[in-house]
């Protein structure tokens, strides 16, 4: 304002600006306000939503333990129907995967874990359900589908178990040596906890004087006179 200008007429001119702008600062009020309040109501869903989930994945939990495996899968599916972005979506498929994997329903458990897999929001549940799906392909006698998911230096901080689940494919497949090399890998690693090591020794020792053996016994190509 200038500043040689009377008190009375700065004043008159402070209140023809806000006449001439009231509309504009009421509508920024209101808008913050309308802001405020969606934002509230967006957090309230994303709380009602995630307890509901959570509450259905125990609910999933309880009817599988009192052994109603038809209201567990329902759970699970209701999960995934749901609340598809949620990640009790894929814990709940994590648990019907297992459920089925005790149940020698390996097809059921390999879908289930495939949509963990190419769909979780959650890399590390999707690396999970990748090693997961790995032993299901060897327990259905498909150890090259095993090895297609599980390439070197991939896991993170799995990497072990992926070790240790390739070297059980390429002993399915017959390769003693290649099995025992991907066992000696998971075994750095068996002190962190990733891999039970008392199990992974009792591979290596079973099969190293094997590999060793047959090693040994290859001969050694002739020499051209």
Do not use: C
Not at 78 to 107: C, K, M, N, W
Not at 142 to 171: M, S, T
Not at 178 to 187: D, E, H, N, Q, V
């Amino acid at each position: 304002m200038d500043e040689y200008m009377s008190e009375s007429e700065q004043w008159e001119a402070v209140k023809r600006w806000m006449r001439e702008n009231a509309i504009w600062m009421v509508g920024g009020v209101v808008l913050g306000v309308l802001a405020l309040a969606g934002w509230r109501v967006w957090q309230e869903r994303v709380e009602r939503l995630a307890h509901e989930a959570s509450g259905r994945y125990e609910q999933a939990l309880e009817a599988f333990g009192r052994n109603d495996r038809t209201r567990g899968y329902t759970l699970v599916d209701e999960l995934r129907r749901d609340h598809d972005t949620s990640p009790y979506a894929d814990q709940g498929d994590l648990l019907a995967a297992r459920i089925h994997v005790d149940a020698r329903e390996f097809d059921k458990a390999a879908e289930s874990l495939k949509r963990v897999m190419d769909r979780s929001h959650d890399a590390e549940l999707a690396i999970v359900a990748r090693g997961r799906l790995a032993r299901v392909y060897l327990e259905q006698g498909k150890p090259d589908d095993a090895l297609a998911l599980l390439k070197v230096g991939e896991g993170g901080a799995f990497a072990p178990g992926f070790d240790e689940i390739r070297g059980d494919a390429l002993l399915a497949k017959g390769d003693k040596s290649g099995a025992l090399t991907a066992y000696r890998a998971a075994r750095t690693g068996a002190a962190d906890g990733t891999v039970d090591a008392g199990l992974l020794e009792l591979k290596i020792v079973a099969i190293e004087p094997a590999a060793g053996a047959a090693a040994v016994a290859t001969p050694a190509p002739a020499k051209a006179n």
